[in-house]
Structures are given as C-alpha cells and as structure tokens.
T-cell receptor
C-alpha cells in the first residue's frame, strides 16, 4: 500500500549537532510539507515543496533546511540543533489534484 | 498568511451527548477547512473537511458547518462515544486559499468523553 514514512521515530541529540529527519512517500505526490508540533501551538509549517528541486519557507523556518532531489523524499535538516527545536516533527504530502494532507507517524526529537 | 483561532481548549461531555468545537479564520480567500483528530502519540488524521462552496457537510455522527460571512466554522459530534476522546484540530490554508498548500492549525481542543 502507498504510504508516508518517517525515520527515525525517536532521536536524541546534543546542542550544536547537525540532524537530518527523513520523510518518504510512495504516493507520487508532488506537494510535501514539514510541520512541528509543540504543546500550546498546534502544528506549524516549517518548509514545503511543490516538486523536485522546489523548496519554500514556512512559518517557522529559521534553523531548518530541506532539499528535494526526487519526488518521494523530503529530508529535513537542523543545521545546528538547539534546545528550542525539541519537538515532534510531522511530514505530510498531498496530490496536486486534491486538498487532503496525509501525515507520517512523526519523529520525536530531543535536543539536550 | 491565514490565522486560525480555536475554542475551547478543553471540552468535557457526557457519553451520548453532543460536542461542538468552533474555529475562526482571518483570510476571506480561504476555501478549504479540514478537521483532524489526533490520539495520544499518534499522527493527525483527517476526519472531515469542507470547501467554501457549501455550508454544511455530514458524515455519520460528525458534521462541519461553515459561515463565510462571519469567517467561522464548527465541528459537531453527536452521540459521543469513548473512542471520540482525542485532540481535535481545525485548519485552513496558510497562504493561497486552497488546500494543496501548507495549512495553519488551531491550537487544538482536548475532547474528554465522561462515562
């Protein structure tokens, strides 16, 4: 079955380290998104992509970057992890003919 | 970009009663309004959505209403059951009005179903 998967599911890292979170979807969707979820804030958009080699900043993009070298993957990189980036990260995708966003299972990141 | 406000933050109802969660939005160009349910430790899952060309949509015990003039939309759950206990999020398109772009979410409503 087509799906969207995230890895790792849990990650502990230290302040200042570079971290990359993976997102892979098999629906052949063009639009992919990264959100972070924090208590009291709901989900907030970090970055998004409309297709290969396209990336755009969202609401809370500082300290994060993404790249899109193929349709299936949108990795999220924290260049120098900070404690404020401790959060749960969700990847999502949507087809160009629809509106519905489908979410991955999430990655819980702790920056110590 | 769009801004969404959601109320209440916590809602406790007796099993079998109805629950209503309300959201307001700021951008009159927004035309897609989904509702997501999130159980503890799980991913958000779409339960119902509505587009701006209709005022109400129903799916069994769940309904969503939209008032474009007042710029608010509401989730209605009837005959609540224990499995309805979760956090519910409303959302709207963050930038362009449509749902194929990024979403902005309300802060969530923790729905508690009392036995």
């Amino acid at each position: 079955d087509a799906e969207i998967t995230q890895s790792p599911r849990h990650k502990i890292t230290e302040t200042g380290r570079q971290v990359t979170l993976a997102c892979h979807q098999t629906w052949n969707h063009n639009n992919m998104f990264w959100y972070r979820q924090d208590l009291g804030h709901g989900l907030r958009l970090i970055h998004y992509s409309y297709g290969v080699h396209d990336t755009n900043k969202g609401e809370v993009s500082d300290g994060y970057s993404v790249s899109r070298s193929n349709t299936e993957d949108l990795p999220l990189t924290l260049e120098s992890a900070a404690s404020s980036q401790t959060s749960v990260y969700f990847c999502a995708s949507v087809g160009t003919l629809g509106d519905i966003q489908y979410f991955g299972a999430g990655t819980r990141l702790s920056v110590l | 970009g769009e801004n969404v406000e959601q109320h209440p933050s916590t809602l406790s109802v007796q099993e079998g009663d109805s629950a209503v969660i309300k959201c307001t939005y700021s951008d009159s160009a927004s035309n897609y309004f989904p509702w997501y349910k999130q159980e503890l430790g799980k991913r958000p899952q779409l339960i119902i959505d509505i587009r701006s060309n209709v005022g109400e949509k129903k799916d069994q015990r769940i309904a969503v209403t939209l008032n474009k003039t007042a710029k608010h939309f509401s989730l209605h759950i009837t005959e609540t059951q224990p499995e309805d206990s979760a956090v519910y999020f409303c959302a709207a398109p963050l930038y362009s009005g449509g749902g194929a772009d990024g979403l902005t979410f309300g802060k969530g409503t923790h729905l508690i179903i009392q036995p």
